[in-house]
């Protein structure tokens, strides 16, 4: 049995504790070094939604997509593409139209859901939506307590 990291008030530290910045980075790292994860073909492709004109400049945004994903699917159980689709959204402006919010790309989430699912981090719910396994949140409250420890 793994013990649990205590932070400095004496309680366990987990995945709210963190960073959220820090934490998807160091996951995603820890996703990277792994070597399970399978990256799509066409992610060098890939913008992340119509509301962005490029495609991401950092070579492993998947790692941090599916990362955040994760953490998202962690914090809020039963989440699905549709609502990862509007929290991943943002403004869309085109030419001398006002901006309006658009909803981001469904694919690249779909892929980082799918490939958790690989890795036995996440599970489907019966009534809809994804949920945390009990694996996958051991392994990210480990990586948090790492990311809390390191402040």
């Excluded at 366990?12 to 996703?31: E, G, N």
């Excluded at 509301?51 to 998202?72: G, H, I, Y």
């Excluded at 990862?84 to 469904?106: D, E, T, V, W």
């Amino acid at each position: 049995m793994v013990k649990a990291s205590k932070d400095v008030r004496g309680r366990a530290v987990t995945l709210k504790d963190a960073d959220a910045a820090k934490f998807v980075k160091a996951y995603a790292m820890h996703l990277k070094a792994q070597g399970h994860l399978q990256v799509p073909t066409w992610a060098d492709l890939a913008k992340t939604g119509t509301q962005c004109e490029l495609a991401p400049q950092d070579p492993d945004w998947f790692f941090t997509r599916v990362a955040s994903v994760a953490r998202q699917v962690y914090i809020r159980s039963g989440s699905g593409i549709g609502g990862l689709r509007k929290r991943y959204g943002g403004s869309y402006q085109k030419n001398c139209i006002r901006p309006h919010f658009q909803k981001a790309a469904g694919g690249p989430i779909r892929k980082a859901l799918q490939a958790l699912e690989t890795l036995k981090v996440l599970e489907k719910k019966v009534d809809g939506g994804r949920q945390i396994t009990a694996k996958g949140a051991q392994d990210m409250d480990r990586i948090a307590a790492g990311v809390v420890l390191d402040q």
